[in-house]
Each structure stands twice: as structure tokens, then as C-alpha cells.
């Protein structure tokens, strides 16, 4: 049974940090790219950054130089540092992977940045 549980999110000022974390059991973590997910009220979810199984990453053009997603595989562990956090950054974090066509989810984490 694929589990997927965030944590680390919070309330935190403008221009502060965080660092969520993604805990994965059910599967072999290292064979399978990850992804962080986002979702703020009223909008679709939309994705964050995605790291291959080779450490290669990507992310959405309005975080590319704040954020940084990596992953442990020893811990079965993937993490989203956000850094120089905005407004707008505030949504619930998700963490997913893609396991035969079909999408995991975790139950998400709060990310409210506001002064």
C-alpha cells in the first residue's frame, strides 16, 4: 500500500523559509521520479518540481529560483527547501508520485505566508 505523508509546512513572514518533507512507504522510493504539488484556494492544483530518478529536476518558472527539490532514498524521503517565500507561495503542498499510470497523493501540507 503506497503511503505518501508531508510535513513541515506552516505560517511563516514574507521572505522567510521552509522545508517540507514527503515520507514514502509501499514502494521502492529510488525507482520512481517524485513531484510537489500545490494547490491555493479558488485555483487547480498545479505542479511545483518534479526530480527524476537520476537527481535531474525541474521546476515551475514562478518558483525555479527560490525553491530546490531533492531526495534521500536511503530514507525514503523527498523535500521541497522554499526559500524567499511570497503571498502567493500560500496553498496546501502535495506530494505525488506516478506508480503505472496511476497518481499518489499525500493528504497535503499547509503553507501560509503571510505578515
Known amino acids: 500500500q503506497v503511503q505518501l505523508v508531508e510535513s513541515g509546512g506552516g505560517l511563516v513572514q514574507p521572505g522567510g523559509s521552509l522545508r517540507l518533507s514527503c515520507a514514502a512507504s509501499?514502494?521502492?522510493?529510488?525507482?520512481?521520479?517524485m513531484n510537489w504539488y500545490r494547490q491555493a484556494p479558488g485555483k487547480e492544483r498545479e505542479l511545483v518540481a518534479g526530480?527524476?530518478?537520476?537527481?535531474?529536476?525541474d521546476y515551475a518558472d514562478s518558483v525555479a529560483d527560490r525553491f530546490t527539490i531533492s531526495r534521500d532514498n536511503a530514507k525514503n524521503t523527498l523535500y521541497l527547501q522554499m526559500n524567499s517565500l511570497k503571498p502567493e507561495d500560500t496553498a496546501v503542498y502535495y506530494c505525488?508520485?506516478?506508480?503505472?499510470?496511476?497518481?499518489?497523493w499525500g493528504q497535503g501540507t499547509q503553507v501560509t505566508v503571510s505578515s
Open positions: 526530480i527524476a530518478v537520476s537527481g535531474s529536476t
Open positions: 509501499g514502494i521502492l522510493f529510488g525507482l520512481y521520479p
Open positions: 505525488n508520485v506516478v506508480i503505472r499510470s496511476r497518481d499518489y
